[in-house]
């Protein structure tokens, strides 16, 4: 018989984190408040618990520990008192700061936003492209950070958050070494791009769609719906790292859609630079449809940051399409003479007032939806249809006198 009292659990323990930002002149408090509740969910991306959050007013970010003596003390007294794994910071912290929190932290890591989303990466890398990239990422990131890093690291046993990467296997490693790995990474990926690059060429013939939007907004939902792929979708950022390619035919017209790696606010420029050849999926398509979650709160800033995005890579001007999508999830405005509890509207009518709103006016070519509950997809399809016939047509003019078949949709 087993003895049920020596039965130990093997599921890896949680780790728990406080979660640290500063509001700015620049960033005002209900804006930090939003920015910390991304962190905490990139957080719980990777499987850590936040079990506190800290926040104070300065003109800016300490330039030695990054909030005030005040509130650095008020930090450590809680994870001292407390079981806390880590400590996120909700920007990017300098060599020195990093150096000086882990000095006042001791064996309590200290992560920034860039390593918490690298560490996500990592973890959502699947092809040996996106691993390069990852790693090449990783080591750019803790260059000008090997003082103590290394250190910081060795301290750990098995992975963990800010783990996963070079750090677990070269303790020893010095700047010379890793400006060498560095040097490597960039060379093996330059190969790898080149391939990238001939089978993009290779494609030339048919008309290019890339799906782009800030993360986790339904891209690889909607994705599914076009294509009748099976494509992995979650309810997590940056669900989908590696791009994925599906060839679609819309009444006897063949083209390619693909779905790209979401945007995020503060994303580590490290990413931006590893991850080109995936960007330039975005860069050579031949129309963009950019995705938008209309029942965020912040929706307009996320279509703001990844529209900076897309012209950072030389790709705004290209014909698009805005998709406005969870429609389904949307809180439509009301007047203040009406009562909210008792008005419900019904997708359609939802759908009718977007329509007429403000929202509409965005774009030339503006489409409301809900990928997940398949609502108003004919209406993005026909949208989509004519910019790729437009396109396909001005490449094969002729392409209706070759006899092809029509094909609803195919993998």
Do not use: C
């Not at 020596?6 to 700015?24: D, I, P």
């Not at 499987?47 to 003596?69: A, M, S, W």
């Not at 309590?108 to 890398?125: G, P």
């Not at 063949?254 to 945007?263: I, M, S």
Request: a negative charge.
């Amino acid at each position: 018989m087993i003895d049920k009292k020596k039965l130990y659990s093997t599921a890896a323990k949680k780790e728990t984190a406080v979660l640290v930002a500063v509001s700015t002149q620049k960033q005002n408090v209900e804006k930090t408040k939003e920015y910390l509740e991304e962190l905490a969910f990139l957080a719980t991306t990777l499987g850590v618990e936040t079990v506190q959050t800290f926040t104070q007013n300065l003109e800016r970010p300490d330039i030695r520990t990054y909030t005030g003596k005040g509130k650095l003390e008020e930090i450590l007294i809680y994870v001292t008192a407390n079981p806390v794994d880590m400590i996120i910071y909700d920007d990017d912290l300098s060599p020195s700061q990093v150096r000086n929190l882990e000095a006042v932290f001791k064996d309590i890591k200290v992560i920034d936003r860039s390593l918490l989303i690298l560490a996500i990466f990592a973890m959502r890398a699947q092809t040996a492209q996106s691993k390069l990239q990852v790693e090449l990422a990783q080591y750019q990131y803790m260059y000008p950070r090997l003082t103590r890093m290394w250190t910081h690291l060795s301290r750990q046993s098995g992975a963990g958050v800010g783990m996963r990467g070079p750090g677990e296997t070269e303790l020893e490693t010095d700047r010379r070494i890793v400006k060498d790995r560095i040097a490597f990474l960039k060379e093996k990926l330059e190969k790898v791009d080149k391939q990238s690059t001939t089978r993009r060429k290779e494609r030339d013939r048919l008309v290019r769609v890339a799906i782009v939007g800030y993360t986790n907004v339904g891209k690889s939902t909607l994705m599914r719906n076009l294509s009748k792929a099976d494509v992995f979708a979650e309810n997590k950022l940056f669900a989908t790292v590696d791009s994925t390619v599906r060839k679609v035919n819309m009444e006897n017209v063949p083209f390619l859609l693909t779905d790209t790696v979401g945007f995020i606010r503060k994303l580590p420029t490290t990413l931006i630079e590893s991850f080109k050849s995936t960007l330039d999926e975005v860069r050579e398509a031949d129309i963009l449809m950019h995705v938008v979650d209309i029942s965020h709160a912040s929706f307009e800033e996320h279509l703001d940051v990844v529209n900076k995005t897309l012209e950072e890579i030389g790709a705004a001007n290209k014909p698009s399409i805005l998709v406005f999508n969870k429609i389904d999830l949307y809180k439509p405005s009301y007047n203040d003479d009406e009562d909210q509890e008792e008005t419900t509207l019904s997708t359609q009518d939802v759908l009718n007032q977007l329509k007429r709103s403000y929202i509409a006016e965005k774009a030339d070519h503006v489409v409301f939806i809900s990928a997940q509950q398949k609502e108003n997809i004919d209406e993005l399809k026909r949208t989509l249809f004519s910019l790729v016939k437009e396109r396909h047509f001005s490449i094969y003019p002729n392409w209706l006198d070759l006899g092809y078949t029509a094909v609803e949709t195919e993998e």
